[in-house]
């Protein structure tokens, strides 16, 4: 080949190459996209660990980050609610939406359908059976009952897998119409013998039905990620790898957890067995008390009614050793600050107890957002505002964020040593309790939510695909 005709080639070439590289210049990237056209679609489902009507408008973990990851991006998103979970991940293929964020286990299979952003949550797969059955110990026990799984779910292809490699025999039904929430309901009230759920899910299931059960695991740890395009334009991965760095390195995604798994754990069978009756049977007397001390406070009736009965059971004359008294369990000091004469009226303690609390967040700065400003209130309304302080400083001193609660309740119990308490203003204190306290007042609260939830709005201001029906 000549000197002039490689010269002619390389030319030929390179004006290929550009009006290659031109013609792909022609479309944004798929980020710009988004932003100019102002919403981020995304698939989801309708779920407690997910995406869940409330009277105060939608919520739930992917509710919470996909709001914030959108924010973040400058746009508004939009929720879709595929018909069944094996249409999610597709729809994140065919590009009807942007992504998915719906409680997804990153799998190797699901790897060559759809890339996955940044870890956010661990879980592990687990057998679910009811309490008073015979619990099954490992996989060969399966077949003594009916297993039923979501259809296309992660629980799925374990089960597939282990039937191939070591349990031919095992059977199981995969219900492409059923959600996971149905499924564990079905096996709490005996239709069905065992199912398999992620241990978050089962954790927040529980409060409403007791008698399920974890029988062993099924997996180890498991992450669970956002699903996005294969596609080498990776301006969204990207986005998404850079906002999950921000939540991770300022503790917003710890928070987040927290909130929503922070106190899950703390009930066993029988609490919540008690609660229920209560609810039953006591709630009924003050119900009417709460409320009305709901409306002169400001504080949510539940939040109040949960807060009684984690001081008295709901029991007017309750008396501690220490000579706190009555319904809400005042002292006799706090008393005397908000009016209450008489401490065994159920009447006075009741709506004493919510201007106490009212009190006690008042001092709390403003500046701080909720839930954290009311969770910060109830710990000072158990342990004493200064202690409070005491260890809302030590967490400052430590680089700790001393507005969010989910890193002040890792101080709170440091005050039981001499070490910090030696330290601090107000001196020693039990500071496990506070936490034990805030912890159960949510769940008592997360109770009486599902057993009082508020009647939901018809329309909603967010601009969703597909509303899914209250439950």
Known sequence: MTTVLRHRCILVASLLL???????????PLLERIQERGELIV?????????????EGPEGIEYDLVTAFAEQIGVTPRFVFPDRFTDTLSMVESGDVDMAAAGITVTERRKRRVNFGPAYQHVVSQV???????????????????????????????????????????EYTANDEASIDQLLEW?????????????????LTRRRFPELRAAFDLSGKRDLAWALPHRQDHSLLDAVKAFFRTIKSNGELHALIDRYYGHTDNFTYVE?????????DRLPDFIDAFKKASKATGFDWRLLAALGYQESHWQADAVSPTGVRGLMMLTTAAADRVGVKDREDPLQSIAGGARYLKLVRKKIPKRIPEPDRTWLALAGYNVGFGHLEDARIL???AGANPDRWADVKQYLPLLAQAAWYSKARFGRARGQEPVDYVDAVRGYMDMLYDHYPDPLPVDTTLPISRIPPAL
């Open 272 to 280: 919540i067995r008690d609660f229920r009756r209560a609810v039953d």
């Open 128 to 170: 679910v059976y009811r309490r008073g059955e015979r619990r099954p110990r490992r996989i060969a026990d399966l077949a003594d009952g009916d297993l039923e799984v979501v259809a296309g779910s992660s629980h799925e292809t374990l089960l597939r897998d282990r039937r191939l490699r070591e349990y031919p025999k095992l």
């Open 187 to 203: 096996v709490a009230l005996g239709f069905v013998d065992y199912t398999v759920a992620d241990s978050n899910q089962l954790a």
């Open 395 to 397: 967490a400052q001193r």
């Open 43 to 55: 698939a989801t489902r309708y779920g407690e660990t997910t995406w869940q009507r409330t009277a």
């Open 18 to 28: 550009t009006a290659l590289l031109s013609g792909c210049g022609d479309e944004p």
